[in-house]
């Protein structure tokens, strides 16, 4: 199955589409358990998320391939809202239709909410204590490191070279140091691949 829908990339809607009731309610409880994990589980923020989604939706489950993982992430980063939430809703929406996106989000949301919902209450008496701080100092340069090892191994999958580095260098720095809106950013590298890609097939074609 795995294989198949790797493979094939409107597989996975097939099979949803020919499961028994029984199958749909156990494949949309999968979806909500998957999530569940994944935002249980994921310290800072939603590109932390990135690496756990990949190993659990197309490493474990194969669910989606590489290339409609990383065609996702950008979607997910286009789109208004937190990536972690959009990439639910396209996961979702991919595998098990309109009740997919509702098991997946509530799945990714649920645990983040009661999280933050407990520290609001309980953060305010406690945040002083020396054991707290050091709980935060700690966790700080983990989410770093939790963030750039998907970064690397996206740019191995897209196939980032040295010559095409340039473009998330330049973008990066764009935005830290010229405080450049990454939307921006976005919207000129969708034209100027769109242009790109143009000119190409026109150059082919005479």
Known sequence: TRRAQQCCPQYAGEIHSSRTRGEK???YLQLFWTYLKIGTFTIGGGYVMLSMIEREIVDRKGWINREEFLNMIALAQAAPGLIAVNSAIFIGWRIGG??????TVIGAVLPS?????????????????PAVEAIFKGIRPAVVALIAAPLCKMARSAQITWATAIIPIAGAL????????PVWII????VATLLFTYLKEHSRKV
Not at 117 to 128: E, G, P, S, V, W
Not at 174 to 181: A, D, H, V
Not at 187 to 190: A, H, N
């Open 25 to 27: 309610i156990m494949l």
């Open 187 to 190: 919207l000129v590298t969708v």
């Open 113 to 129: 909410f009661l999280i933050i919902l407990a520290i609001a209450m309980l953060f305010q008496d406690y945040k002083n204590y």
């Open 98 to 103: 309109w009740r997919g996106v509702i098991a």
């Open 174 to 181: 764009l935005i830290w140091l010229g405080g450049l809106s």
